[in-house]
């Protein structure tokens, strides 16, 4: 069966301006070229570190904003090809959870009218009777209760807010749906409640996942399959649940290392030597990761490496990957 | 001597919806040289705690109602606000949690240093600027002549937060406070940023106290640990005892709520229910209705400390050696 | 019980505008405003009622009489009733603030929602133009319509029209720029949401509290504006008893009847002061910012 989803060289520029004159002295490239399927029934997962262009990425797929270039396929239809009432249409099958529940809620609004509100916007007919059966329904099956409709939202804790977020978002039982960090802003506890929810919604009403978040261990507990982007370009690809030994590129390794165990008896080694993202600025032909990898080498800043597939079916934008064949190859390299 | 002591601390605080306590009966030590980490969720009271260490809770309208607090062993409350002046920044420097908020855009960074320590100690500005720059070396700032030149809004979240902790460095604290100090930076920079910590406490010899909610930066570098719920302290003690063998049923679902690389599928559970705020502490124990384990004396009796071995202390009625008849 | 299923308890409904009412019978300053206001308009509505004698008829034989029982507020220098003059005279000032403020809050809330939503070249071009309005003195515009179109009430309420709507549309500008950001604003135009329904479900309602304070106040500056080109003679023109005509027609006698331009002046202080207080318990009322008025 196709992909459910599939992106195509999917870039957003942003100009970067200065002066009196706004004349644009950069691209700020949020996401660049970057290109990846989602099966049916998916959990895909997408981590970075802030300004790494996942949040962007969602709303370019969603088309909230237009595109630079590239093409987004959503069940075989290009969106950029759609008039306006096709794309409406097309809406209620994909939808979002963002991060801050607190903000994704009009606080003007009962929580029952924000969700009476999604089949008014999508022009649904139903007897009043059948959308305030269907409302509660939807509140139970979040974990809320039926009552919980004639609340406002500032009455609610920030757990029961998301709930209310992710009932939105099933309300038109959409096919495909992107989580934005959707546990980020919660407590610990109710981090977990929220993740086990969202699982078990998954199962149960067969839904395609985009998984976006800063936390790799999330993602890898959450997900089938991880894309890791840095500075606006997917620099690997490789499936969940492999553990710390499985990542091709350097970057992944940095980021699974900078992972702290909550368990003392696993303590790491982290170098206190600064290193941190830079803006994606600038019309640089190097690797995006080039000035913080530990093994770059004279070629790293010649060419940006493609996203290539190996032997194992893995990907990663690296010259010389760690781990498997390119591991020997590097450590030759770095012998000569 | 024990740098610093909290005894049975309580804190209210008058609001125009009345008065609420959002600490109650709160107990640690912390020694020189050593990092506790003070674990907890929203409305747990950490932040209040740190508050009252640093006697600022006059100017938010909140008041130390019982309990002590001894820095190395001076009685700290009731301490009139101009001694106070001399202790905070001093003897006490609070380092919080947004680095781009802690720095005034206006000023270079290195003035900032140069002004706190020409603020708490009788030295010249050359001297100042010499040490300056040696705190910013030691803290690795690389290049710490050039950055002493730039304004905040010139450097990176991680370079912002070094400097943060230069300032809060600068006239040699016996005790630093840092309250979620890494939340906003990224995964890679907190990771250097937590090192950074571990490192220049040992180097200074000063007590760290580090508040957050992330049980993986306490596990990496924390000697002991507090955890709070709901105003209350629930467990403390040593970090490897308390992570290899939480007691506290919270502290237990708590650890379990975490992921971890490599979990298998369904390994995550959660804990039922939401953080209770101030205003809706629930009466005996606090966690008792979102606890497993509850029983029936858990809704009305309060739990007091109970030392379990040498240095383990559960706030629960399980282990109340008097409370066997509901045990 | 499962750990998914949350362990909820349910929060007692809550009623905003009860919530607010409760707000502003705890709000003394408010209350007081309101009184003054609905007495404003009661006494407007029921002017024909309350009055004792006409406004315009004439008694040459009563002039300048200094309030008594029979007068309560003396009499001017036709011998007309200053107290029913009042009276009458509050019908032009509700009429005047009312209308003129009504307008130019419709043009404000058009030309400020457009900029701050669409933004763009747009935006550019009305902000250009609310500024170069915000700082035309209204009192000039008034005059110049006096001259090309002559004296007369329609003068003031257009004037007014044509200049406070500036504040307005600043106003909302400024807040729908800041909530169209907000990602409930986001998630309805991801379900494929018009802008006219984004715009009159989501922003109208967030942002027009902050414009409702400020067209309460705004009443009352347009009730003094009246006063004052009718002071200059160029608002209503004679017999209507506009307070600010008569206070100028006072101002020939102040030394003989004091009363003729004293209870205009009072009737309108008070009134000014029932539109600020009420405009300042909006504040409370509504869960304003501070900073989102200024």
């Known amino acids: ?27 700020v490239r949020a996401v660049d070229d970057v290109s990846f399927d989602i099966g049916r029934g998916e959990i895909l997962g997408i981590v970075g570190e802030s300004g790494c262009g996942k949040s962007t990425l969602a709303r370019l797929i969603l088309r ?5 270039g590239g093409q987004v396929h959503f069940d075989g239809q290009e969106l950029g090809l759609l008039g306006k009432g096709e794309l409406r249409h097309l809406r209620r099958k994909m939808q979002m959870v963002y991060q801050d529940p607190h903000s994704a809620l009009d606080p003007r609004n009962t929580i029952h009218r924000s969700l009476a509100e999604m089949y008014q916007i999508q022009r649904v007919k139903m007897t009043p009777e059948a959308l305030n059966d269907r409302i509660a329904e939807l509140l139970v099956m979040v974990g809320l209760k039926p009552e919980h409709g004639l609340a406002y939202p500032h009455q609610l804790s920030g757990g029961q807010k998301q709930r209310v977020v992710i009932a939105r978002a099933l309300a038109l039982s959409p096919a495909f749906v992107i989580l934005d960090e959707p546990t980020a802003a919660l407590d610990v506890s109710v981090q977990a409640q929220i993740t086990i929810l969202l699982q078990k919604l998954r199962q149960t009403f067969d839904m395609t996942y985009l998984f976006i978040s800063h936390d790799i261990a999330l993602v890898d507990y959450f997900c089938h399959r991880i894309i890791v982007m840095y500075l606006g370009r997917i620099v690997e690809i490789l499936p969940a649940g492999l553990g710390l030994d499985a990542p091709r590129h350097p970057y992944t390794r940095l980021l699974m290392d900078s992972v702290f165990i909550a368990d003392p008896e696993k303590r790491k080694t982290i170098s206190v030597v600064p290193g941190e993202a830079r803006n994606a600025i600038g019309l640089t032909k190097a690797c995006v990761f080039e000035s913080r990898c530990p093994y770059a ?21 690296c010259h010389f990957p760690l781990g498997g064949n390119g591991e020997e190859q590097r450590m030759a390299r770095a012998g000569r | ?18 008065v609420v306590e959002p600490l109650d009966d709160v107990s640690f030590a912390i020694e020189a040289g050593q990092i506790m980490g003070l674990v907890g969720e929203t409305g747990s009271g950490k932040s209040v705690t740190a508050q009252a260490i640093m006697g600022l809770l006059p100017y938010l309208n909140g008041e130390i109602c019982s309990g002590r607090i001894w820095l190395r062993g001076q009685d700290m409350r009731d301490l009139p606000e101009d001694r106070w002046r001399t202790i905070r920044g001093n003897q006490i420097s609070l380092i919080s949690q947004n680095p781009m908020t802690s720095l005034d855009p206006v000023y270079r960074v290195g003035h900032q240093i140069v002004e706190g320590m020409r603020l708490h100690l009788a030295i010249s500005a050359r001297e100042a600027h010499r040490r300056a720059i040696e705190l910013m070396a030691s803290l690795r700032i690389p290049d710490p002549e050039r950055v002493f030149q730039q304004y905040p809004h010139q450097l990176s979240g991680g370079l912002k937060q070094r400097i943060v902790i230069a300032m809060g460095l600068c006239a040699d604290p016996k005790l630093l406070i840092a309250d979620e100090p890494t939340t906003a930076l990224d995964v890679t920079v907190q990771a250097q940023i937590v090192t950074l910590f571990k490192e220049t406490t040992r180097k200074f010899g000063i007590g760290l106290l580090l508040i957050t909610h992330d049980l993986g930066v306490i596990a990496q570098i924390c000697d002991t640990v507090a955890v709070m719920y709901a105003g209350t302290i629930v467990e403390s003690g040593d970090v490897h005892s308390v992570f290899a063998r939480p007691r506290h049923p919270y502290t237990r679902a708590l650890l379990g709520c975490v992921p971890k690389l490599g979990m298998p599928e369904g390994a995550l559970s959660a804990i039922p229910g939401n953080v209770p705020s101030v205003r809706t502490f629930p009466t005996g124990c606090r966690f008792h209705p979102r606890c497993e384990e509850r029983r029936d004396c858990c809704q009305q009796a309060k739990p007091k400390m109970n030392l379990i071995g040498r240095e383990i202390w559960v706030g629960c009625l399980k282990y109340d050696s008097q409370r066997r008849d509901c045990w | 019980m499962s750990a998914v299923d949350a362990l909820e308890t349910v929060a007692p409904p809550d009623n905003p505008w009860l919530r607010r009412l409760k707000k502003l019978t705890a709000n003394k300053a408010g209350l007081a405003g309101i009184a003054i206001i609905v007495l404003l308009i009661g006494v407007a509505i029921l002017a024909n009622v309350l009055a004792p004698y006409s406004y315009k008829e004439q008694n040459l034989a009563e002039m300048n009489l200094a309030p008594s029982r029979t007068h309560l507020m003396g009499t001017d220098e036709f011998g007309r009733d200053v107290f029913s003059r009042i009276i009458h005279g509050s019908r032009i000032s509700v009429y005047v603030g009312v209308v003129s403020v009504g307008l130019s809050v419709l043009i404000g809330v058009l030309i400020g929602s457009v900029a701050g939503y669409y933004g763009g070249w747009l935006d550019q071009l009305l902000s250009v133009v609310t500024d170069l309005t915000w700082s035309l003195p209204e009192i000039l515009v008034a005059l110049l319509l006096v001259a090309i179109v002559g004296a007369g009430l329609e003068c003031v309420i257009i004037a007014v029209a044509l200049t406070y709507w500036a504040q307005y549309a600043r106003l909302i500008r400024g807040q729908i720029l800041m909530l169209k950001t907000e990602v409930y604003v ?20 967030n942002a027009i509290a902050p414009v409702l304070v400020a067209a309460t106040i705004g009443i009352g500056q347009a009730i003094v504006l009246e006063a004052t080109l009718g002071f200059l003679g160029m608002g209503a023109q004679p017999p209507l008893p506009s307070w600010g005509a008569m206070m100028s027609n006072g101002t020939a006698y102040l030394f003989i009847s004091p009363w003729v331009i004293i209870f205009p002046g009072l009737a309108m202080m008070v009134t000014v002061l029932g539109f600020n207080l009420f405009g300042d318990a909006l504040v409370d009322i509504l869960d304003i910012r501070e900073d989102t008025i200024r």
Do not use: N
């Open chain 1, 1 to 27: 069966m196709s992909p459910l989803v599939q992106v195509r060289h999917l870039c957003k520029h942003f100009p970067v301006t200065a002066g009196v004159l706004h004349r644009t002295v950069g691209l």
């Open chain 1, 64 to 68: 909230l904003i237009e595109p630079s």
């Open chain 1, 297 to 317: 080498r004279p070629l790293c800043r010649q060419a940006m490496p493609p996203l290539v597939e190996d032997a194992e079916g893995r990907f990663a934008a």
């Open chain 2, 1 to 18: 001597m024990t740098l610093l002591q909290v005894d049975g601390l309580g804190v209210r605080f008058q609001t125009r919806e009345g």
């Open chain 3, 186 to 205: 986001e998630a309805t135009r991801s379900l494929g949401a018009t802008d006219f329904t984004i715009l009159f479900r989501h922003l109208f309602p």
